[in-house]
Every structure is written in C-alpha cells, then in structure tokens.
C-alpha cells in the first residue's frame, strides 16, 4: 500500500519567514494530493491541494509543489504569521480501479511560528 | 449552512464494550468518510459511505463497521474495544465522493476514550 513519509515532525520559524514542509510519497498511482490545517483543539481543514498533472499550484500565501518523478509534494508558506501556527498533514489519494480509492495521511508537522 | 455534527463529543468505554459513533453532513452531502487520530499514528483513513453504500475501505480489522442512512446521517460501530482503540474519531462530509478533489469538511470529532 502507499506509504507516505513526511518531514521535518516540527518546525520553528520567525514571523514573516518562509516555512516549507516536504512529503514523500511510495505509489506511482497517486495522482491526488491534498494539505489540511490543524489548529489546536479544531478540526482538519482542507487548506490546499494539487492534482497529479500539475507541477505547482498557489493559493495567497501558500502554494504547493509536485515532483511526480521524485514522488514528492511540498507545502511552502511565505510571510508567516502566528495565526499560521498549527499541525499540517499532506496526503496522498491512490485510485484503484471502480470508484475506489485509499487516502494516507502523513504524520503532520507541528509548525511553531514565533512573533 | 450548518457544519458537520458529531456525537457524542466525549465517550468512555472499558475494553470488550461496543461503541457507536454518529455524524450529521453538512445539507445536501452525500459522501460521509471517517479517520482515527491518534498522536502515534497521525491521521488514518477509516472507511468512505456514499450513498448508503461503503465504497473504500482503510487497513482496519472488522471490529471496525459503519452504516449510512437515506439522509446521509452516518454511524460508525466499534465492537470488543481494545485500549489501542482511544482515539479521536473523525468524520467528513463532501457533495459527491470524498478524496477525488471535492473539498471535505471535517466534524468536531468524538473522544473515544477505552479503559
């Protein structure tokens, strides 16, 4: 089954700084990679997400990168801000065949933003 | 539009007891998915209802059973709870299938707590 490894497990950055967190993922058949936010006490929010044949997407702030060859994604996130403090997942989708499909979740990244 | 409802937030069970959880979707979503999180194992993907029928299945034994209603109300059952079972579960809701780029939106979750 796929495998998804993510790095670093925490993150301090200055505000206004860059944070980037990497994934890899083990299935070439993923073609689906979506990042949630996790805020202390919340619930998992979808903040971005990147299709199999797309390179790089933007969102503000946040954009997401896709090696498919390397079988890797990245979230990377400008201008920090505390409010941007929280745990992030990435995951990755692989569809087999009839509708169905399997969604692994890496380990997520504490990210600490210091004001 | 109301959010994802789930009871109950909080629960207490002692090993060999069953468990059912329950979660509203958001109005008009038919797709209803379900995750374990644990500070072990991160975010895992349980199981995916739509239309009233599981379409995707996790790495989970099959103590681990859930259901769908007419009106996309969701149950999840756990039977002869184990200690390793004390998670936080999680459930989605999206309009049409979840993980295939429509945006999920995640419950409060219910605090599943085995003694």
């Known amino acids: 089954g796929e495998n998804v490894e993510q790095h670093p497990s925490t993150l301090s950055v200055q505000e206004g700084d860059s944070a980037v967190i990497k994934c890899t993922y083990s299935d070439s058949a993923s073609n689906y990679f979506p990042w949630y936010k996790q805020e202390l006490g919340k619930r998992p929010q979808l903040i971005i997400d990147?299709?199999?044949?797309?390179g790089e997407k933007k969102d503000q702030r946040i954009a997401v990168t896709l090696n498919k060859t390397a079988k890797h994604f990245s979230l990377h996130i400008t201008e920090t801000q505390p409010e941007d403090s929280a745990v992030y997942f990435c995951?990755?989708?692989?569809?087999?065949?009839?509708?169905?499909?399997?969604?692994?979740f890496g380990k997520g990244t504490k990210l600490s933003v210091i004001p | 539009k109301a959010g994802v409802t789930q009871t109950p937030r909080y629960l207490i069970k002692t090993r060999g007891q069953q468990v059912t959880l329950s979660c509203s979707p958001i109005?008009?979503?038919?797709?209803v998915s379900w995750y374990q999180q644990t500070p072990g194992q991160g975010l895992q993907f349980l199981f995916e209802y739509f239309s009233e029928t599981q379409r995707n299945k996790g790495n989970f034994p099959g103590r681990f059973s859930g259901r769908q209603f007419s009106n996309s109300r969701s149950e999840m059952n756990v039977s002869t709870l184990e200690l390793g079972d004390s998670a936080l579960y999680l459930c989605?809701?999206?309009?049409?299938?979840?993980?295939?780029?429509?945006?999920?939106?995640f419950g409060p979750g219910t605090r599943l707590t085995v003694l």
């Open positions: 989605a809701s999206s309009y049409s299938r979840g993980g295939v780029g429509n945006e999920q939106f």
């Open positions: 995951a990755a989708v692989t569809y087999s065949g009839a509708g169905s499909y399997q969604l692994t």
């Open positions: 109005s008009g979503h038919r797709s």
């Open positions: 990147i299709r199999s044949n797309v």
